[in-house]
């Protein structure tokens, strides 16, 4: 059974700052609290950690067997404890609060390096993610303005790559001026509406990439870093072009070349 202050505790968690002072976040549905299960069984070191684990009596069922081998908390409740703490307009039978990671070590030396600047759409974010994880991309370099990595739309869009993928907010400035002063030779690339065509460069996969947010584009500071600025040709006559589309466009271009 739930509590009131427990329910209370789950629906804070919308809010950033409730998110920063419980550390913990929410994933929600049976495909995404099965990645996590999935990812924290098979990784020696994953990062993320089960609190708590909600369930219906469906679900207990369907999954009896890999939750006596869980060790963690957890609560069977009625479908109708779980409209109160879900954040979907039909609940699907399972919710988990998880533990907000410590701090990750920056990195981005990686052959191809994906930066992202200002986007604050978390459905854009999470696709992102995804789009990081499918072109095996293992670290995404966000600006500190970008929308928060736990929000519970940022967890779901990313269907399950936010467990795989090193995901990072940093001053991108700072990130940038570091990445010229030690590997002065790495591209980087950015996406604007002037740069040249992409599909008629020979691509370098030892490269950044920076994407901007749609109604902004890339920071001025940021654009100043680019060694190249490129484009997605226009073809026919739609006002503009989803960001986490571009970045999967080209970063499937950055890609093909080791394939």
């Given at each position: 059974?739930l509590?009131?202050?427990?329910i209370?505790?789950?629906?804070?968690l919308?809010?950033k700052?409730?998110?920063?002072?419980?550390?913990?976040?929410?994933?929600?549905?049976?495909?995404?609290?099965?990645?996590?299960?999935?990812?924290?069984?098979?990784?020696?070191?994953?990062?993320?950690?089960?609190?708590?684990l909600?369930?219906?009596?469906?679900f207990?069922?369907?999954?009896?067997?890999e939750?006596?081998?869980?060790?963690?908390?957890?609560?069977?409740?009625t479908e109708?404890?779980?409209?109160?703490?879900?954040?979907?307009?039909?609940?699907?039978?399972?919710l988990?609060?998880?533990?907000?990671?410590?701090?990750?070590?920056?990195?981005?030396?990686?052959?191809?390096?994906?930066?992202?600047?200002?986007?604050?759409?978390?459905g854009?974010?999470?696709?992102?993610?995804?789009?990081?994880?499918?072109?095996g991309?293992?670290?995404?370099?966000?600006?500190?303005?970008c929308?928060?990595?736990y929000?519970?739309?940022?967890?779901?869009?990313?269907?399950?790559?936010?467990?795989?993928?090193?995901?990072?907010?940093?001053?991108?400035?700072?990130?940038?001026?570091?990445?010229?002063?030690?590997?002065?030779?790495?591209?980087?690339?950015?996406?604007?509406?002037?740069?040249?065509?992409?599909?008629?460069?020979?691509?370098?996969?030892?490269?950044?990439?920076?994407?901007?947010?749609?109604s902004?584009?890339?920071s001025?500071?940021?654009?100043?870093?680019?060694?190249?600025?490129?484009?997605?040709p226009q073809?026919?006559?739609?006002?503009?072009?989803?960001?986490a589309?571009?970045?999967?466009i080209?970063?499937?271009?950055?890609?093909?070349?080791?394939v």
């Amino acid at each position: 059974m739930l509590t009131k202050n427990k329910i209370k505790l789950i629906n804070s968690l919308v809010r950033k700052k409730n998110r920063k002072e419980f550390g913990l976040f929410i994933v929600e549905g049976e495909k995404m609290v099965n990645e996590l299960i999935h990812e924290c069984e098979t990784r020696e070191k994953c990062p993320y950690r089960i609190s708590e684990l909600f369930y219906t009596l469906d679900f207990k069922l369907k999954y009896s067997t890999e939750l006596e081998k869980l060790n963690v908390p957890q609560t069977e409740i009625t479908e109708g404890e779980l409209e109160k703490i879900s954040n979907f307009s039909s609940p699907n039978q399972v919710l988990a609060l998880v533990e907000v990671p410590q701090d990750k070590i920056p990195y981005y030396e990686e052959d191809l390096v994906l930066m992202i600047d200002g986007v604050i759409d978390p459905g854009n974010l999470g696709n992102i993610i995804r789009c990081a994880d499918w072109f095996g991309i293992n670290h995404v370099i966000c600006s500190t303005n970008c929308v928060g990595l736990y929000n519970p739309k940022v967890v779901q869009a990313s269907m399950g790559s936010i467990f795989r993928i090193n995901v990072l907010y940093q001053d991108l400035v700072i990130i940038l001026a570091k990445m010229r002063k030690n590997n002065p030779l790495k591209p980087i690339y950015g996406a604007t509406l002037e740069g040249e065509n992409i599909y008629g460069m020979d691509l370098n996969e030892n490269s950044a990439i920076v994407m901007g947010s749609e109604s902004h584009g890339i920071s001025e500071e940021v654009k100043s870093f680019l060694t190249k600025e490129v484009k997605i040709p226009q073809l026919g006559r739609g006002e503009s072009l989803n960001v986490a589309s571009a970045t999967a466009i080209l970063c499937s271009e950055f890609k093909r070349f080791s394939v």
